[in-house]
Every structure is written in C-alpha cells, then in structure tokens.
C-alpha cells in the first residue's frame, strides 16, 4: 500500500485548494480512505473518512460544508477539495488508508491510530 500526497500549498482565507493522494496496492472497494491534518502543537485531527463499499462519509463539524471528498474512475486516485478555507485550516494534511474494519465514522474520530497506512503529508497554510 502506498499514498502520496500532493497539491498543498499557501493561500489565502476564503480561497480554494485541492489535495490529491494517489494510491496504489489496494482498492477503494475494500478500504477505507480517510484525510488528516495536524497542526503544530496539535493533536492530529480527522477531517473526512470515506468508505466506499459502505458508501458512508463522515465529515467533522469543522470542515462539513466546506471540505469534498472524491475520486478518479479509475480509483486510483483521491481528492480533498477544501473551499471557503481559514487560517485555523493552516496544518499538514495526510492521506491514510486501512483495510475496512469498523464504520468510517469511526475512524475519523479517532487521532487516526485505526489507520495502518500513511502518506508522507502535504503542508497547507491559509494566510489570514
């Protein structure tokens, strides 16, 4: 299993960026994918889970409304669309990925130890 970040970046508030994570080893249909940030001096923070073979997202009160999980046809490779961004969204954001085993809400309100598999991470930072 591998995934890899990219498209971080600085912007401003309000703005809009996209992350991908391309992945390979594994299929969508099997896994659950999910999006984390860690900020410095802050605990690693859930910002969306998605299970397809559940066909569940679980999005946390912080980002629901402005954050968009997606994915290729192919399955290869996953989006965070993140909109309307602010500067407490300023962090590193990682890709993780795990055999399915519990709902995708369960996962995403974990700091991520249900997670096996981890991306190297992008940096995001919003200027305010």
């Known amino acids: 299993v591998q995934l890899v970040e990219s498209g971080g970046g600085l912007v401003q508030t309000g703005e809009s960026l996209t992350l991908s994570c391309a992945t390979s080893?594994?299929?969508?249909?099997?896994?659950?994918i999910g999006w984390f940030r860690q900020a410095p001096g802050k605990q690693r923070e859930g910002v969306v889970c998605f299970s397809k073979s559940d066909n569940a997202t679980f999005y946390p009160d912080s980002v629901k409304g402005r954050f968009t999980i997606s994915n290729d046809v192919a399955g290869n490779t996953v989006y965070l669309k993140m909109d309307n961004l602010k500067p407490e969204d300023t962090a590193v954001y990682y890709c993780?990925?795990?055999?399915?085993?519990?709902?995708?809400?369960?996962?995403?309100?974990?700091?991520?130890?249900?997670?096996?598999?981890w991306g190297k991470g992008t940096q995001v930072t919003v200027s305010s």
């Open positions: 993780a990925a795990d055999f399915l085993r519990a709902p995708a809400s369960h996962y995403c309100s974990s700091d991520g130890y249900l997670f096996d598999h």
């Open positions: 080893g594994f299929s969508l249909d099997d896994y659950v």
